[in-house]
């Protein structure tokens, strides 16, 4: 009996010892795995690109880029008021940010297509959505509701047509321009940029690349990458000069 009892004894040591040396090996392990993480954390901060998202999800990384501008802002993008059907909220910091910086004396110019164009576009995309307009309005409730509420769209969205859409939209873009862009420098372009992007004291910018007629619409980056930059300031001046700034 003695003997089996100092078998036990032995036994549970054992299996003490080792779940201890188990669990050190899995704290030594998990350390091990914050360390990669950090790593990886560490590289992907160093690289000068980096993927942000889908649109309009990277808009809340614009507001933040523009909120550190001390200079200079360059924007280059198809409309006035980014965002604002789409993601309102958002769309209601990123005109303050820029009201902001134009207050307090930094520089905004500023390149977007022109009112006629953009009309032209938005009557086109929402004329594919006319044959199935009520089940649309319904499934985008929230959205319309939203523009609504902040008095962009004149009529109930329970009510609202497409040709109801297009007119709140068009003013909606034409009271940015009007409002907020007008303070600054502005330049209208008949074609849609293949890219779209916002430069800070030219050494940090995000910008978009449009994945027309799809879903999502656009694809998101920030860069600080020297040459990008450069090529930025580049197609901004050269559109400056050939329609010249208003």
């Not at 502005?186 to 027309?212: K, R, T």
């Amino acid at each position: 009996m003695a003997k089996a009892k100092t078998e036990m004894k032995w036994y549970d040591e054992v299996s003490l010892a080792v779940g201890i040396i188990g669990l050190a090996f899995g704290i030594i392990a998990w350390r091990d795995a914050k360390r990669s993480d950090r790593r990886l954390l560490q590289i992907d901060d160093a690289l000068s690109t980096r993927y942000l998202g889908e649109f309009p999800d990277f808009i809340t990384s614009i507001v933040k880029l523009l909120e550190g501008a001390k200079r200079e802002i360059i924007i280059l993008c198809d409309v006035p008021a980014y965002g604002v059907f789409t993601d309102p909220n958002n769309w209601t910091k990123y005109k303050s940010v820029i009201e902001q910086k134009l207050d307090s004396g930094i520089t905004v110019s500023f390149i977007c297509v022109s009112h006629e164009r953009l009309l032209g576009l938005h009557e086109k995309r929402l004329s594919v959505l006319a044959p199935r307009w009520n089940v649309w309005r319904k499934e985008n409730q929230s959205l319309l509701q939203a523009i609504y509420d902040r008095h962009i769209l004149s009529v109930a969205p329970g009510n609202c047509t497409p040709t109801d859409l297009i007119d709140a939209i068009a003013k909606a873009h034409q009271k940015a321009l009007d409002d907020v862009f007008s303070r600054g420098s502005v330049s209208q372009i008949d074609s849609v940029p293949a890219l779209y992007f916002w430069v800070v004291d030219g050494i940090e910018a995000v910008f978009s690349i449009p994945n027309v007629g799809q879903h999502p619409t656009e694809f998101g980056f920030t860069t600080h990458d020297p040459k990008l930059l450069e090529a930025f300031k580049g197609i901004h001046e050269d559109m400056m000069r050939g329609r010249g700034a208003a």
